[in-house]
């Protein structure tokens, strides 16, 4: 297993350490886990998946998009699904506390 080093604010620390039966490495190491899976899933879909998944009448227009705009709009949609991912986890974090 690797060891891994990092930083946080003093204040967090200290709020840490309020909590000595928390197993904090453990916190840690299940939150890399599961922002992983949520990285991977969205690397796995498929643009044939993805399209599956769209209202019909966006569908239309993708359909009417060349090649290149396309390409741009699919990429553009999986930085949305990342931020909104991101919120999910933030939002998550906030209810445990």
Not at 6 to 32: A, N, V
Request: charged share 45%; proline share 2%.
């Amino acid at each position: 297993m690797t060891n891994i080093t990092f930083s946080i604010d003093d204040d967090i620390h200290k709020k840490m350490k309020e909590h000595p039966e928390i197993k904090w490495t453990e916190i840690l190491r299940q939150s890399i886990i599961n922002y992983l899976k949520n990285v991977e899933e969205i690397d796995v879909i498929s643009i044939k998946d993805f399209r599956e998944r769209l209202d019909p009448e966006l569908l239309q227009k993708i359909e009417e998009l060349d090649e290149q705009e396309e390409i741009l709009f699919y990429k553009e949609v999986r930085k949305k699904e990342q931020e909104r991912l991101n919120r999910l986890q933030d939002s998550e974090r906030n209810s445990d506390k």
